[in-house]
């Protein structure tokens, strides 16, 4: 059973930081990432790094925020500068693994950006 546990969410002011981090339980993964939902909107992706270092970002975030890994420890880091309100969702981490190509999902964490 592959596990996936998220941190770091709460509450910021427009303009503040976050950094939020995301942990599996196994060590064979080929990327991991950091996805968004606002209520009443579906899921959309925020950033995702492979195994090898790869990134990509959506568009709304470019400049702002900034993922990294430590494979070692199987996590994942979503730094988040300059939030604004829009960035209010819940965050989910994805995990994918390298033997099986399946991915696995964090239970999630808040995140709310207001004044």
């Known amino acids: 059973q592959v596990q996936v546990v998220e941190s770091g969410g709460g509450l910021v002011q427009p303009g503040g930081s976050l950094r939020l981090s995301c942990t599996a339980s196994v060590l064979n993964i080929l990327s991991m990432g950091w996805y968004r939902q606002a209520p009443g909107k579906q899921r959309d992706l925020v950033a995702e790094?492979?195994?090898?270092?790869?990134?990509r970002y959506a568009d709304f975030v470019k400049g702002r925020f900034t993922i990294s890994k430590d494979n070692r420890k199987s996590t994942v880091y979503l730094q988040m500068d300059s939030l604004e309100v829009e960035d209010t969702a819940v965050y989910y981490c994805?995990?994918?693994?390298?033997?099986?190509?399946?991915?696995?999902w964090g239970q999630g964490t808040q995140v709310t950006v207001s004044s």
């Open positions: 790094i492979s195994k090898f270092g790869n990134t």
């Open positions: 994805k995990t994918v693994l390298i033997s099986s190509g399946s991915s696995y």
